[in-house]
């Protein structure tokens, strides 16, 4: 169907159009009043809001209601280890950071190591290879500036002597019905990928029972991971804890202009492993929104929309609103000429990479330290 | 259907067939052949499978071959807490204490806790409360005499962080499509006991993981259990470790003659944790072959196959043959009356309950020392 577009956990198919995904996944926007409330909050606003990088959410004015009353709230986010760390992994991370920074939140983070093993045909990927991708992961995570005192990662293999107890539960209130008409689960998906979501959402409410009480929980992630907790949040509800409030992330573009980067495409993705003479050649590469030829692109200008260098600048290199206007602009009238703007990215993300793998070298040895088991 | 009956481990209905339930399943008689195998190689035959209460298998001929090539085989069996732990429960612990100790076996049991508290929906069957139950059958299986250095214990939701990642692996065999067949699971059925039996297969492997060159497995089990094992043993033989052989043991009838006691209902059963006063009360209930009266059974005689009582002697309380065949014998000609039998019974029970107890007394604090966590 023309302009039809799927989202889910497995896929993102079509050109996304959040306004409808919104109506579809029953979230709200996050408006002008919301992010009033969090910069009064938080002392600021991230560029991430701001751009409505995170566009939508579940329950943050009650989040920000209950930070007003003195109860703070906890961040849990995650990453499920496949191919390697991209930049498109940032947004949710790079959020959970600024938050945890601005509201002194303490941050969980699940490496679900079990989801791909579970999903993917590939033989090669065993566990043992996921277990060492997952671990890549955590340093890449730990990388982004996260307090290594309110910090904690884990495996759910790792960790399941904690989580499996309270999935069980939550398990209890998901039938293969509920799992079928949320992630379109056949007959013939096993039964771990049936389980694995009840093992998600126990960091929602691990708090809570640790504490004894109540404690807020709020969940960046990318749009694409919402149906776990539309699923979960109801069962988190009838067993007596907060349902998480969540921020919801656009998806950044892949190279070629598809619509969500994926790191099982490596010409599409940049990862964070990426030596600096392959990010140039990929960004190189790039799609961009502007015409054929550069006297067409001066005459005609582009659209800042279609091109990945804008939107990689806009999602992750160009914090600064001014100069990433001047970049759209630019685009738009037909006075940046697409080698320009390719190499200066190309820079902005090796600058980045440089920087981000001086972090990873510091805190190698440290990792240890933030691992829940 | 006159005749019918069904054997699943969530209920047994009708009269079962042992006959027609080997065809059904799929499972070997133990043959006289078998028998004189296990006597030569154990020193003795256990009274339990001379009376063809363990009366078939999978893969025995098989684990007999490797154990006389000198490869050492470990026992696994359990029992799911529900509603405390009955002498019912007991042929398939008495069992595997016998194979320890003539093979000198490790020996492994779980504690599947998660099990029941997924499948009731008795909203008071909390967690916790199965807990509770899960700790007082672990002391009741530890007192029939197994070997504290050579045998582990554990409840699923405390060893998860080892079971977890184990399960996982099998889980990938496992479709929806499989456990529906197997189970009758519908759509309805709640997607932690889709996953349990992924849980529960693993101890029949983990020996070999632990130890990374394949040990052979036995399991001695009741037969409504044997469907777990038929699902799991192909998932288990394509991850390449040896498929568990397993005794199956027929049901010990309920008090009023219903083909499983089941801990559920307490008319029917007798607890291992009741008082001298109340096993005399429920034996006297018991439903025995005989006749209305002394007089008609003096002339007709009764039917051991349909006496609780005569059962009871059989499966657990008569290990001589001579006695058990002089009281199947006063069943069936008569000169046995209903009041005697049942008194002799009760005393017998009452004995058993009463050394039980005091083993009980003696070994409450150190299961510690024999749970894995």
């Given at each position: 169907?023309?302009?039809?577009?799927?989202?889910?956990?497995?896929?993102?198919?079509?050109q996304v159009d959040y306004g409808r995904l919104e109506e579809r996944f029953g979230i709200q926007p996050i408006d002008n009043r919301l992010m009033e409330r969090i910069k009064k909050d938080a002392g600021e606003l991230h560029y991430m809001i701001r751009r409505k990088i995170f566009f939508a959410n579940r329950d943050m004015n009650w989040l920000l209601d209950e930070y007003e009353k003195g109860n703070r709230f906890y961040i849990y986010t995650g990453i499920a280890p496949s191919g390697g760390m991209t930049i498109a992994h940032l947004p949710s991370f790079v959020m959970a950071q600024w938050l945890q920074e601005r509201f002194d939140a303490e941050v969980l983070i699940e490496i679900p190591d079990e989801e791909k093993f579970l999903a993917k045909r590939d033989p090669k990927l065993t566990l043992e290879k996921v277990h060492e991708l997952a671990y890549a992961d955590a340093l890449n995570i730990m990388a982004l500036g996260?307090?290594?005192?309110?910090?904690?990662?884990f495996l759910n293999?790792?960790?399941?002597?904690?989580?499996?107890?309270?999935?069980?539960?939550v398990a209890k209130y998901i039938t293969y019905s509920i799992?079928?008409?949320?992630?379109?689960?056949?007959?013939?998906?096993?039964?771990?990928?049936?389980f694995y979501p009840s093992m998600q959402a126990v960091p929602a409410f691990i708090k809570s029972v640790e504490a004894g009480r109540n404690i807020p929980c709020v969940i960046p992630l990318g749009v694409d991971q919402d149906v776990h907790?539309?699923?979960?949040?109801?069962?988190?509800?009838?067993?007596?804890?907060?349902?998480?409030?969540?921020?919801?992330?656009?998806?950044?573009?892949?190279l070629k202009g598809n619509p969500k980067m994926s790191s099982?495409?490596?010409?599409?993705?940049?990862?964070?492993?990426?030596?600096?003479?392959?990010?140039?050649?990929?960004?190189?590469?790039?799609?961009?929104?502007?015409?054929?030829?550069?006297?067409?692109q001066k005459k005609y200008g582009g659209d800042p929309e279609k091109c990945a260098v804008c939107q990689y600048n806009k999602f992750l290199f160009?914090?600064?609103?001014?100069?990433?206007?001047?970049?759209?602009?630019?685009?738009?009238?037909?006075?940046?000429?697409a080698g320009d703007h390719k190499v200066d990215l190309a820079k902005k993300i090796n600058r980045f990479?440089?920087?981000h793998r001086k972090k990873k070298e510091h805190l190698k040895d440290k990792l240890d330290g933030v691992m829940l088991k």
């Open positions: 169907m023309p302009g039809d577009f799927s989202v889910t956990p497995y896929d993102v198919e079509g996260f307090d290594t005192k309110k910090t904690r990662l293999t790792e960790y399941a002597g904690k989580l499996y107890k309270h999935a069980v539960r799992t079928k008409d949320a992630y379109g689960f056949t007959n013939e998906t096993n039964v771990g990928t049936l907790f539309r699923v979960a949040r109801n069962a988190i509800e009838k067993m007596g804890y907060y349902k998480p409030a969540i921020m919801h992330a656009k998806f950044m573009p892949g099982s495409d490596p010409d599409n993705t940049i990862y964070l492993d990426d030596a600096p003479e392959v990010v140039a050649k990929k960004v190189n590469k790039a799609i961009t929104g502007q015409q054929a030829t550069a006297e067409l160009e914090p600064d609103d001014n100069k990433l206007e001047k970049i759209f602009k630019g685009e738009r009238d037909g006075t940046l000429l990479l440089e920087e």
